[in-house]
């Protein structure tokens, strides 16, 4: 199950586009709200979740957790223990991280981006600590971290996390479906 974390100030695109896009390829996707089921994203767009946050199970189940991006809805994943243990989990257990816009300085923060390659949202660069921060590709797969720069890449970001869940033909296919290779 890949879980997709929404906390107020959300940018409403990157998030629903890869849960649209995943679900079109069958993968199993849980929305969590952050300080509750109903959220509110940056322009105002509330939307119910699927789950609370007490609902969330770090398990054998998780395979992907996505942090979406906008500068309100960032900050206050941040402030989340729920996502801070579910990144830590991910990241002892070699699960994949994706995160959009400014969403990948949390896990500049964290330390998790040393050595890698990433991009984010035009400003946030600093906040990628020991990143190779990447300012020509919408979004980049570096191991276990996707990141993605911002509203007009969710489609390209989205791409990366379905390549890395979903390999071979069925991958092809289903990637050719949404015009990208």
Do not use: Q
Not at 23 to 47: A, F
């Amino acid at each position: 199950m890949v879980l997709v974390f929404l906390a107020n100030g959300f940018e409403e695109i990157e998030a629903l586009t890869p849960v649209d896009c995943l679900r079109r390829c069958d993968i199993e996707v849980k929305t969590v709200g952050i300080g509750g089921k109903t959220v509110e994203g940056s322009h105002g767009i509330k939307v119910m979740a699927d789950v609370d946050e007490s609902e969330v199970k770090l398990d054998g189940s998780l395979e992907m957790i996505i942090l979406p991006g906008g500068k309100l809805g960032t900050l206050n994943l941040e402030k989340s223990d729920t996502v801070r243990h579910a990144i830590d989990f991910c990241a002892e257990n070699s699960l994949p991280i994706a995160a959009i816009c400014a969403a990948p300085s949390i896990l500049g923060h964290m330390g998790l981006l040393k050595g890698k390659k990433a991009v984010c949202y035009t400003g946030f660069e600093s906040e990628l600590n020991g990143a190779e921060v990447l300012t020509d590709v919408p979004a980049v797969t570096d191991g276990n971290i996707i990141t993605g720069c911002g509203m007009g890449e969710a489609l390209a970001f989205s791409c990366e996390i379905i390549k890395k869940l979903i390999s071979g033909e069925r991958a092809e296919k289903l990637l050719k479906s949404l015009n990208k290779k």
